[in-house]
C-alpha cells in the first residue's frame, strides 16, 4: 500500500471525526441560555445522584409490558439545591429486560415543566440499570461504559454516556441504590449533530459513508461484538448528517459484546462462532487496500485505546487488565499482511 493511499485514508478519518457547527433555530435562540436535562447531567463533574421515587416493584415485575407509572424524580439543580420534577417511568429494551432482573428505564418528562425550570424541552431520558444487585452486574455495566468511551475517542458521531448512582425511592424509604448510566436519546442525539435519524427504509451497508463504517467495523471486532446489523438498523442509528453525502452508521448497545463478557450473552446461531469472546469479521466487501489502511489506522491509536482502559478508575484492577488483554490480542491479526488478508478481506475478487 502506498504512503499516498495511507494518508489519503488517515486524513478521511480525521475528516470524519471532526465537528460541525449546527445550524440555530428560532427556538435555540431564544432560550440559548439553556441547556437539556441530558446536557446538564452529562456536564456535571462526578458521578451525579439521581433520586427516583416511585414503585420499583412494580416497576420490575410490570417489566415485560412496559407500562408507565408515575414517580418524581429529583435531582441537585443548578443553584445547588434540590429540584424535584413529576415523571412517568417504564422499562424499555428487548433481550435485557427478560434476562436482567433490573431492566433499562425510560423516564418521560413535561416539556412545560422542563421550560419552567430553565431546561429545554427533551423530555425524554433513557438508562442502563446493573443486569443485578451483584458484583458481577456491576462489572457488565461498567465494561459497557468503557466501550462507549472507546468508541467516543475515536469518533465524534457517538451517542453519548454518563454514569449516574439512581437511588429507588418510596416516599421516606430508600428501596435500593443502583449504577446506572444514561444514554443519549434519539431525538437530543438528532438534534447534536443537527443531523436526521432515519428509521424507515432498509438500509444496505454499500449506502453507507465508506471511512466511516469501515471504523465501525473494526471497532466492533475490536469489542468483539456481533449484536448489530445494518439493514433492520439492530443496535445502530442510521444518520443522515448535511456534510456528508452518504448516511452514517452509528453504534450502540454493547453487552453483547465479548469484551464484556455477560453470562447471558450468546451469538447468532447464524455465526460461525461458539462463543460471544471469539471474534468474527462483519465488514461487507472489505478490498485488501481498505483492510491494511484501517489496520494502520487502529495500530495508530492503539496507546490512546490503553490509555482509556488505564483512565478507567470505575474498573478494578482484574476488569482493567482483563480489558486490556482483550484489546492486545485484536491487534494480533495486524502481525503480518498475510492474517490481515485472511482476517479482514471480504471482497471477492
Given at each position: ?35 437539556s436535562?441530558?446536557?446538564?447531567f ?71 415543566d ?23 452486574g ?9 466501550i ?13 454516556t ?52 469501515l ?135
Amino acid at each position: 500500500m502506498s504512503f499516498i493511499i495511507q494518508a489519503v485514508f488517515l486524513w478521511l478519518l480525521t475528516f470524519t471525526s471532526m465537528s460541525f457547527d449546527s445550524s440555530v433555530t428560532h427556538e435555540d435562540a431564544a432560550i440559548q441560555d439553556t441547556i437539556s436535562l441530558f446536557n446538564y447531567f452529562f456536564d456535571r463533574p462526578g458521578k451525579p445522584v439521581l433520586k427516583l421515587d416511585t414503585n420499583l416493584g412494580r416497576l420490575v415485575n410490570k417489566k415485560m409490558k412496559e407500562e408507565e407509572q408515575p414517580g418524581v424524580i429529583s435531582f441537585i439543580g443548578p443553584d445547588d439545591s434540590e429540584l424535584s420534577l413529576p415523571m412517568q417511568i417504564r422499562a424499555r429494551g428487548n433481550i435485557r429486560k427478560q434476562v436482567c432482573y433490573y431492566p433499562p428505564i425510560r423516564i418521560n418528562l413535561k416539556k412545560t415543566d422542563l421550560a419552567n425550570a430553565g431546561f429545554k424541552k427533551f423530555d425524554k431520558l433513557k438508562f442502563v440499570l446493573q443486569c443485578r444487585d451483584n458484583k458481577t452486574g456491576e462489572a457488565y455495566l461498567e465494561k459497557e461504559f468503557l466501550i462507549y468511551e472507546l468508541y467516543a475517542s475515536i469518533d465524534s458521531h457517538h451517542v453519548r454516556t454518563k454514569m449516574v448512582e439512581l437511588q429507588f425511592w418510596e416516599g421516606e424509604d430508600l428501596k435500593k441504590t443502583l449504577d446506572g448510566f444514561l444514554v443519549e436519546e434519539e431525538e437530543h442525539f438528532a438534534k447534536r449533530l443537527n443531523g436526521t435519524v432515519l428509521e424507515k427504509g432498509n438500509i444496505m451497508s454499500a449506502s453507507l459513508q465508506r471511512d466511516h463504517y469501515l471504523k465501525m467495523v473494526f471497532f466492533q471486532h475490536m469489542i468483539a461484538n456481533t449484536d448489530w446489523t445494518i439493514p433492520n438498523k439492530h443496535n445502530v442509528e442510521i444518520v443522515k448528517l448535511p456534510q456528508y453525502p452518504r448516511v452514517l452508521a452509528i453504534p450502540y448497545d454493547f453487552d453483547y459484546a465479548g469484551l464484556v463478557g455477560a453470562s447471558y450473552a450468546i451469538p447468532h446461531t447464524s455465526l460461525p462462532i461458539a462463543n460471544i469472546k471469539q471474534r468474527y469479521f462483519m465488514g461487507f466487501q472489505v478490498t485488501e487496500q481498505e483492510a491494511k489502511a484501517t489496520c494502520d489506522y487502529f495500530l495508530s491509536i492503539k496507546d490512546q485505546f490503553l490509555s482509556i482502559v488505564d483512565n478507567a478508575s470505575y474498573l478494578d484492577d482484574r476488569d482493567r487488565d482483563d480489558a486490556k488483554k482483550f484489546i492486545e490480542d485484536f491487534y494480533k491479526n495486524f502481525e503480518s499482511d498475510k492474517k490481515i488478508v485472511k482476517t479482514y478481506v471480504t471482497k471477492k475478487k
